[in-house]
């Protein structure tokens, strides 16, 4: 078995909802937020094989590629790096096994690592995601921290799509959050092109259920960032 990243896989559409879920009242850490992506794909991932994708979960982890998991033999030194959130204890069990192979893989190792994944890619996993031949669209389902930045205010930002895909001409992205109650939205921005701070993607935002929402709508992969006040 080997691992290879992935990029620009194509998609035709995205659609992305972010629940953020307080911990606290404004002096935790940091709050939680779930992401739920829905992709239509353009074509096979691999054509004619089934795959297993080793997802990003921190909001830095989301600017490296995929991994995708294969049957060849691994040849050589492999080098992984996480980042240090948490996880579900199926995803655990992978990122320790994938350590194990940092000085290439006994047959042991080996067979540890594919039984860790065969539980992530079946259970509730945040970063494990199988994807059968003729397969046009994937649900991923992960969590990201919105960080403690100051005094009672928090910040998280995705990129959307992930980076590995890449939308194709004709495609967009929807994407909305929900804030917690009681929070003030100091900031929500989308920007097309992350390094520059004016290439804004306009938003709307509304008010339901008592909590604050904000939403895009684009055609390209920008990235979203939002900070809020307790």
Known sequence: ??????????????????DVVSRGSGEQTHDDVFITTQLQLQGDIAAGERTTLILPLASEAQQQPILRYTDRAINGAQVFTFDDVERSVYDQEV?????????????KEQ??????????????SSTVVTVEP?????RLFYGIAADKVADREFEFSVIGPLPSFVIQAGGSIGVIATLPRSTIVIKAEGLFNPQDP??????????????????????????????YRY
């Open 1 to 18: 078995m080997a691992f290879e990243p992935l990029s620009n896989i194509p998609v035709r559409l995205v659609d992305t909802t972010l």
């Open 95 to 107: 990122v320790d096994s994938l350590e194990a192979l940092a000085d290439g893989a006994t047959k």
């Open 111 to 124: 067979r540890d690592l594919a039984v860790d994944i065969g539980r992530a890619a079946q259970s509730i």
């Open 134 to 138: 003729g397969q046009r669209t994937l």
């Open 198 to 227: 004016n290439s804004v993607v306009p938003p709307s935002n509304a008010v339901l259920g008592g909590r604050p929402v904000w939403g895009w709508f684009w055609q390209n992969d920008p990235l979203f960032r939002i900070r």
